[in-house]
């Protein structure tokens, strides 16, 4: 017969894991608000910088512009910047991005080109570490919402190495937002900069909002931002290459801070959904276990009765 006791004692100790789970999924869901606040609080400068780099393409040639996020190389040594996170409990969202990265590797390999990873959180830091990859430079410990210093620090890394010839392009690997229950592990060229990249498409806004005490994701269309023409006959004070040259590293700093904020929403997300996942578990499993008990416990009331009746039965 089953020890009530022990069984009491589990549903006690599924039941406080159950109030840790949905606390986490709770705080989870309340990063994710705050990620996706910081994303429209930063889409006016990006825009504004998008329309700037717009009209100066449209004065300039920027194929014929000798600058040096600009310049092509021939391919010998790739940077890989990996983009996971500090924390697990958050499903498969880093397990992907890291083997994404490594299908990668090894597609630049057979094709006999050499690479080297840039790493964003202790879990790919961990992975890569422990098998002895190359690794150019690690970033770690930094906010959970990423603000605009850790994707200028990270940038600064990035053009040191791309500059100084270390490597001779820069792909990022990160973890695209599609959902609160998918995420796409994607590759984006970052360095040298493709003149056809500067070209905006048709945005979406994620919001989370509740309906009914659930969860749920709104988009919203965002049309891609007008180019700022400049007048034909506008005198720059600097030369319009001086310009450009400045505003290509604040370009790629945006660049660079928007997939690190989708990789956080990511992250937010696939821990919400995971948490939600073991807290509905939970929920099945102290259903299972208090039936359990229950029959165990009438077992136990029923022995004990046959007892009595058997005991009153001996002493007639």
């Known amino acids: 017969m089953p020890n009530l006791k022990s069984i009491r004692d589990r549903i006690q100790s599924v039941k406080n894991t159950q109030k840790i789970t949905e606390a986490m999924r709770l705080v989870a869901a309340a ?4 990620a996706q606040e910081q994303v429209i609080a930063t889409r006016p400068f990006a825009d504004r910088l998008a329309q700037v780099l717009y009209g100066l393409q449209s004065r300039l040639r920027f194929e014929e512009a000798n600058l040096p996020l600009l310049r092509r190389r021939d391919i010998k040594r790739v940077g ?8 697990g409990l958050c499903g498969a969202h880093n397990s992907n991005v890291i083997r994404r990265a490594e299908n990668r590797a090894k597609e630049l390999k057979a094709d006999g080109i050499d690479y080297t990873y840039v790493l964003v959180g202790r879990k790919a830091i961990q992975y890569f570490e422990r098998r002895n990859q190359p690794i150019e430079a690690t970033f770690t410990g930094l906010e959970q919402i990423p603000t605009a210093a850790d994707a200028s620090g990270i940038a600064d890394t990035l053009f040191a190495l791309f500059l100084s010839e270390t490597v001779d392009k820069v792909e ?7 959902s609160l229950i998918s995420s796409r592990p994607v ?4 360095l040298p900069l493709d003149p056809q990249g500067l070209e905006d498409a048709e945005d979406e806004i994620f919001r989370l909002t509740t309906r009914g005490g659930q969860f749920q994701v709104e988009r919203e269309k965002v049309a891609p931002s007008q180019p700022q023409s400049f007048p034909q006959d506008m005198i720059f004070e600097q030369d319009p290459l001086q310009i450009l040259d400045a505003l290509l590293p604040l370009y790629l700093n945006n660049q660079l801070l928007r997939a690190m904020q989708e990789s956080a929403a990511s ?3 696939s821990r919400m959904t995971a948490m939600s996942n073991a807290s509905d578990n939970a929920k099945e499993l102290i259903s299972s276990l208090t039936l359990t008990y229950n029959k165990a416990r009438q077992a136990a009331i029923t022995q004990e009765i046959l007892e009595v009746v058997g005991g009153a039965n001996a002493l007639q």
């Open 172 to 178: 990022l690997v990160y973890t695209r937002f599609v």
């Open 187 to 190: 590759i984006q060229t970052l």
């Open 267 to 269: 992250e937010l997300a």
């Open 80 to 87: 890989l910047l990996v983009i996971s996170g500090d924390r």
């Open 31 to 34: 990063k994710v608000r705050r």
